[in-house]
């Protein structure tokens, strides 16, 4: 079966702290791909990275980064000098077999000024 | 601009009554989805689409229906049969074919769906 787990269903940090949404995977497929999406409060989801099973180089993107382990299963996602522009809701996602995406029941991050 | 449209936005229902919420893409995507969000949940799969009148149940399908007449439209029908229909539904598209699992999905601005 596949299936995510995000842990943390809310994280509050100050602006400007570094602040790491944990994602933990489960999949019998050897090829894979997985995404995160960020939810503002407008409702949309907003697609930030994919990534597929073959590359674990981890990827930055400006203040984001993410860390692929495939060892551990995990695809963390990490936020440098958080900014209030940040707060939303945080999906990590699994592509399914059908095409769909499997998401985590994501992780609501505050930053507060 | 490319992208997809839901209408409404927001949408009131009568107990006993269906609605149809609207999806519209012209990103000239073969697949399309409809997912489910309640509170505090991921979005759940409710149909999705691979080709124009073609569509599969997702993994909570009962009480909704699709169809898929035309590539650009996906509308979804919530029937009377649903039992707990207020949520936040969200259509979704990407390309299909041997590039559908590395392509991301988009997204439209979702329709939230409250019965009274």
């Known amino acids: 079966a596949q299936k995510v787990t995000q842990a943390q269903t809310e994280i509050s940090v100050v602006e400007k702290e570094d602040v790491t949404l944990d994602c933990v995977y489960e999949?019998?497929?050897?090829?894979?791909?997985l995404f995160w999406y960020k939810q503002p409060p407008s409702g949309e989801l907003v697609f930030l990275i994919r990534r597929n099973s073959f590359d674990e180089q981890n990827e930055i993107s400006g203040r984001y980064s993410w860390n692929f382990q495939k060892s551990t299963s995990s695809f963390n996602f990490t936020i440098t000098a958080s900014q209030v522009v940040d707060s939303a809701v945080y999906f990590c996602a699994l592509r399914g077999s059908q095409g769909n995406l499997i998401f985590g029941k994501g992780t609501k991050l505050s930053v507060k000024p | 601009d490319g992208g997809i449209t839901q209408s409404p936005k927001y949408l009131f229902r009568k107990e006993g009554q269906n609605v149809t919420l609207s999806c519209e893409q012209n990103?000239?995507?073969?697949?399309m989805y409809w997912y489910r969000q309640d509170p505090g949940q991921g979005l759940r799969l409710i149909y999705y689409?691979?080709?124009?009148?073609?569509?599969q149940k997702g993994d909570i399908a009962e009480g909704y229906s699709v169809s898929r007449e035309k590539k650009e439209s996906f509308p979804l029908t919530v029937t009377s049969a649903q039992k707990n229909p207020t949520a936040f539904y969200l259509c979704?598209?990407?390309?299909?074919?041997?590039?559908?699992?590395?392509?991301?999905?988009?997204f439209g601005p979702g329709t939230r769906l409250t019965v009274l």
């Open positions: 689409s691979q080709i124009v009148n073609d569509f």
């Open positions: 999949t019998r497929d050897t090829t894979y791909y």
């Open positions: 990103l000239n995507h073969d697949a």
């Open positions: 979704a598209s990407n390309l299909a074919g041997y590039t559908s699992s590395y392509n991301e999905q988009f």
